[in-house]
């Protein structure tokens, strides 16, 4: 396999829309995860083209709840950025994709993808793919209520009876939208399985001019390439990968720029990568970003090997002060635990697909 064939034959920029993006490989939202202050710190290493908010409810974006203007918080050093949204109410989702454009945000990323019941249980995520007329109708009055591009993130389909992200591409593509994002996993998958690179391909081959953007189980700079590779995608969206290896966007720029061997980050990089995260909650959430950082214990206790007591302190984490005792025993005992990148941290629904 031709892993770095791309670096002499494309150039690395790709257009979306009225958006000429520096990058091909993008970071996915994931719910509680990728907020403003960890996409500015994983911007701030390098190599990412787009990342996208988490998930906004088109209902509560219009009804200004406190949730959404925490998950529509940005700045402009977090550019380029899309929003998506969601919601089973065509209306109301034309209505939030006005309100962004006024608000002087740069493009609207429609959430079809999403497999929980919360969502699904509103109309919205997954469930939309079920009838594909309403989709269509849906995103066709999207794409003409605002200047703003218009992109789609979908799943392969329902279950594997009901595959219809190749006919939905294609109908999308005709209605206006400026790029489909395509997890290749259906909605009973939920996070489990291993992604369909083939149907992935299929959906890449629906559509005549606008970019396909890969995503799913890319952990590695390898997967990345042999993502594109085998669905012919021309963009790759990393989710869960970026959070075992936030550098993973910097070491495909590197491999792209024939760079060898990609550098991996110190221990002092690294260390530091957790402390300008915490700063940014900080700053951002005030004494509520302790919080916040707990739920990455996880992540950081193995990319960093941080003892398990550290690690344990981490999650029950409750100032500033403390934060700084632990980063300073970090330092300190770094290496007493064997340092492994994460495969599985991030939590996804367990059971049936009911529970979800």
């Known amino acids: ?28 939202p994931l719910a509680g995860y990728t907020q403003h202050a960890f996409r500015v ?34 700045s402009s050093a977090d550019r380029p950025l899309t929003v998506q ?33 919360k969502i699904n249980g509103s109309g919205g995520g997954a469930r939309i793919m079920c009838s594909p007329e309403k989709a269509c109708q849906m995103v066709a009055d999207v794409v003409d209520a605002v200047s ?47 992604v369909d690179l083939d149907g992935i391909r299929q959906t890449v081959e629906a559509v005549q001019e606008i ?6 189980d890319v952990c590695t700079v390898e997967d990345a390439f042999r993502m594109r590779e085998e669905t012919g995608c021309e963009a790759v969206s990393i989710g869960r990968g970026a959070m075992m290896d936030p550098w993973i966007f910097r070491k495909i720029e590197m491999t792209l720029k024939g760079d060898q061997p990609v550098e991996e980050p110190d221990r002092e990089e690294q260390i530091a990568f957790l402390e300008h995260h915490f700063r940014l909650m900080i700053d951002h959430y005030d004494n509520y ?6 739920k990455f214990a996880a992540w950081y206790g193995a990319r960093l090997g941080i003892p398990e007591d550290l690690e344990d302190r981490l ?11 632990i980063v300073n025993q970090i330092r300190e005992r770094h290496g007493e635990r064997e340092s492994s990148v994460p495969t599985a941290l991030v939590k996804t629904p367990n059971g049936p697909v009911e529970r979800w």
């Open 289 to 294: 970003g302790c919080q916040l950082i707990r």
């Open 148 to 194: 703003l591009p218009v992109t789609v993130k979908m799943r392969l389909g329902w279950d594997r009876d009901s595959i219809t992200a190749p006919l939905l591409a294609r109908e999308f593509e005709q209605a206006g939208v400026a790029a489909i994002t395509i997890h290749g996993r259906t909605r009973n998958q939920g996070f489990g399985g291993s």
């Open 85 to 117: 949204i969601f919601g089973g109410v065509t209306e109301e989702l034309v209505k939030a994709a006005r309100w962004l454009e006024t608000a002087g945000y740069e493009a609207v990323d429609l959430n079809m993808g999403c497999p929980m019941a």
């Open 211 to 216: 970019p396909v953007i890969g995503n799913g």
């Open 41 to 74: 710190a994983l911007r701030r290493l390098g190599g990412v083209g787009l990342c996208t908010t988490d998930l906004v409810l088109a209902s509560h974006l219009l009804a200004g709840s406190r949730k959404s203007k925490a998950l529509l918080k940005t």
């Open 315 to 325: 999650r029950r984490l409750e100032s500033a002060d403390e934060f700084q005792e």
């Open 1 to 28: 396999m031709s892993l770095i064939k791309w670096s002499t034959v494309e150039s690395p920029e790709i257009r979306i829309g009225n958006r000429t993006l520096s990058s091909r490989y993008f970071l996915s």
